[in-house]
């Protein structure tokens, strides 16, 4: 089960600043490296969700 991976619109929040989900065509392809004290929020169909 190698090279498995979603791809989900997220919330991306450190500590100076909040990035919003982009729900655009031509958008989505940043790949986020978040540092141990960022916080992710991934947009799931119903609900928005923490990312640990």
């Known amino acids: 089960m190698a090279k498995q991976?979603?791809?989900l619109k997220c919330?991306?929040?450190s500590r100076?600043?909040?990035i919003l989900?982009?729900?655009g065509e031509f958008t989505g392809a940043?790949?986020?490296k978040p540092e141990a004290e960022d916080q992710v929020?991934?947009?799931a169909k119903a609900e928005v969700?923490?990312?640990n």
């Open 5 to 7: 991976h979603l791809k």
């Open 11 to 13: 919330f991306f929040r």
């Open 16 to 18: 100076n600043q909040l």
């Open 21 to 23: 989900p982009a729900f």
């Open 30 to 32: 940043f790949l986020m």
């Open 41 to 43: 929020f991934v947009c």
């Open 49 to 51: 969700i923490r990312v």
